[in-house]
């Protein structure tokens, strides 16, 4: 994997993947945080591969450009949590302590969003294993183990050994989407696919699940707007 950038004003950078089973060169935009990825079939070099991605600029420009802007937290700014929006601004004591308005943060302010990003995942693990012993104990299943990552490909996932695996910015979300996603990975449990059996487990733990997947599918990509420096 290499990079290359399309100059121009912003330059952007472009993540350059090869694949023995591509057809064609193809250009992807993430949709949750925006990253440029140009993918080669063998044979095709880098500079083949400047060159599309130069043919493609206007649109390239085009799709970046409607992304929502990144939220860089430190006092001043807002951040959801559970959902509602809170202001973060600096605060006494030792502890981010939380109000119904406020996210109060200690410390030097330049720390405040590493400060936030520690305790969001302390408050999402939290809630996960909560919701996740919860719904083992319905199945009448055990997981093996419980892990907080900052995933940009999934929401969360089963291994085939029982771990559970959660992105911490489900914290961000409604409760009700932390649930979905909570009942999601626990079904694994019992069905480690997606087939009709599954999802026929995900709708016995969490009925009426449709509209927190609908969340995920339309806001998802908006928690990751948020950048926690240092």
Same mark, same amino acid.
């Given at each position: 994997m290499g990079q290359l950038t399309l100059p121009g004003n912003p330059p952007i950078d472009v993540i350059v993947r090869r694949s023995s089973r591509a057809?064609? $060169?193809?250009? /992807?935009?993430?949709? $949750?945080?925006? /990253?440029v990825s140009l993918t080669l079939p063998r044979g095709i070099s880098e500079a083949e591969g400047l060159s599309f991605v130069q043919h493609k600029a206007g649109w390239l420009r085009k799709h970046l450009d409607r992304r929502p802007e990144t939220i860089v937290i430190a006092p001043g700014s807002e951040l959801p949590i559970e959902g509602e929006l809170r202001q973060v601004l600096s605060g006494p004591g030792r502890r981010v302590t939380l109000d119904t308005e406020t996210l109060w943060v200690p410390g030097a302010p330049e720390r405040a969003g590493a400060r936030l990003r520690s305790w969001l995942k302390t408050m999402a693990r939290e809630r996960l294993a909560a919701a996740s012993d919860d719904y083992a104990a319905r199945l009448g299943r055990s997981y093996n183990g419980l892990t907080m990552r900052d995933?940009?490909?999934?929401?969360?996932?089963?291994?085939?050994?029982?771990?559970?695996?959660?992105?911490?910015?489900l914290i961000m979300a409604p409760p009700d989407v932390l649930d979905y996603v909570a009942a999601h990975e626990v079904a694994h449990l019992m069905e480690m696919n997606h087939s009709q059996a599954f999802w026929d487990t995900v709708a016995r733990l969490k009925p009426g699940f449709d509209a927190p997947r609908a969340w995920l599918r339309r806001h998802g990509a908006d928690l990751h707007r948020y950048r926690f420096e240092n």
């Open positions: 057809r064609r $060169i193809s250009l /992807r935009v993430s949709g $949750i945080d925006g /990253r995933t940009r490909s999934r929401w969360g996932s089963c291994s085939s050994q029982g771990r559970l695996n959660y992105s911490w910015r």
